[in-house]
């Protein structure tokens, strides 16, 4: 299993990023696609998440900001963030909470993190 981020950077405070995930490898089924983010310091925190059914869930700090979108095809979850602010600055990590075979309980599969930094 491989989850593949891609997007990060460096942006002005206000500024605009895309990130975007593919995850290969086979799964059996997935209960949910995200991300999560990490500062220095502090823990890992969900930022948003998508079910198959199109069901979001975001963190109060990214509403109205970010939006999260999925290709269940593909196996693909994107990322547009929008006005970003400095405390948004953190490693971000593509998340996949599923099973690879019919018997294995839900995993969470993580990918290897891409940095985004928001300058003043």
């Known amino acids: 299993v491989q989850l593949q981020a891609s997007g990060g950077g460096l942006v002005q405070a206000g500024g605009s990023l895309r990130l975007s995930c593919a995850a290969s490898?086979?799964?059996?089924?997935?209960?949910?696609m995200g991300w999560y983010r990490q500062a220095p310091g502090k823990r890992r925190e969900l930022v948003a998440t998508i079910t198959p059914g199109g069901t979001t869930n975001y963190a109060d700090s990214v509403k109205g900001r970010f939006t999260i979108s999925r290709d269940n095809a593909k196996n693909t979850v994107t990322l547009q963030m929008s006005r970003l602010s400095p405390e948004d600055t953190a490693v971000y990590y593509c998340?996949?909470?599923?099973?690879?075979?019919?018997?294995?309980?839900?995993?969470?599969?993580w990918g290897q993190g891409t940095q985004v930094t928001v300058s003043s």
């Open positions: 998340n996949v909470h599923g099973s690879r075979y019919y018997v294995s309980p839900p995993t969470d599969y």
């Open positions: 490898g086979g799964f059996f089924s997935i209960n949910s």
